[in-house]
């Protein structure tokens, strides 16, 4: 399973961008995901469903604002297909520098230092050193880690999320279709209830 998660998302990140307007990008980007993820694993869309446009774009605007939409294979789908689609608003505190997105995967350099890294365009922003990017939470006790090298779960005990990073002092290369992969495989797991 975390193989085949690896090589979908290995796959989405090498799609262009798409240049049209919005919203038709977007419409585009959807049927794009949607071929390059039958390709490496059929079935795995299969019986997701589209919403009617109207649903589909208040989703979207949801989405990039770190509200998924209830489905996980729509929600999945959804989000890649944004990752396409060029966006730009002001940034919030602890949101995108560069478009305005949330956060999904981050690392820790080279000294230890916390990054985020955007779940729709990679850019990568200084992150605090204790926080939940899902809920704000920055209270120490509160945002606990366990270590699996070379990565880092970070569990809010607030909200309940779970965060994955990569520690560059551990694995120096930042590979971030295996890094999503690693989150994803750790999101169907807990949905599961299996040890990971
Ligand atoms: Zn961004
Ligand atoms: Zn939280």
Redesign the pocket.
Do not use: L, N, Q
């Given at each position: 399973m975390l193989d085949l998660l690896e090589r979908v998302h290995r796959k989405l990140s090498l799609l262009p961008k798409r240049s049209e307007p919005w919203p038709e990008a977007l419409g585009r980007a959807l049927e794009a995901v949607k071929r390059a993820v039958e390709e490496e694993a059929p079935g795995l869309l299969q019986g997701v469903e589209l919403p009617p446009e109207e649903v589909l774009l208040g989703d979207a605007e949801r989405l990039r604002r770190g509200q998924g939409p209830e489905g996980e294979g729509y929600a999945f789908w959804l989000h890649q297909a944004l990752r396409l689609v060029p966006w730009q608003e002001a940034g919030e505190e602890g949101r995108c520098p560069a478009c305005g997105g949330f956060p999904d995967v981050g690392f820790l350099d080279e000294e230890g230092r916390r990054f985020y890294v955007c779940a729709f365009c990679d850019e990568t922003w200084r992150a605090p050193r204790v926080a939940?990017p899902?809920?704000g939470?920055g209270r120490a006790d509160r945002v606990v880690f366990y270590a699996e090298d070379p990565f880092r779960i970070y569990v809010?005990r607030?909200?309940g999320?779970r965060f994955v990073v990569q520690d560059l002092r551990l694995k120096p290369a930042l590979d971030l279709p295996a890094l999503r992969a690693r989150a994803a495989w750790y999101a169907v797991a807990e949905e599961e209830d299996v040890e990971v």
């Open positions: 939940c899902y809920c939470e809010c607030t909200c999320e």
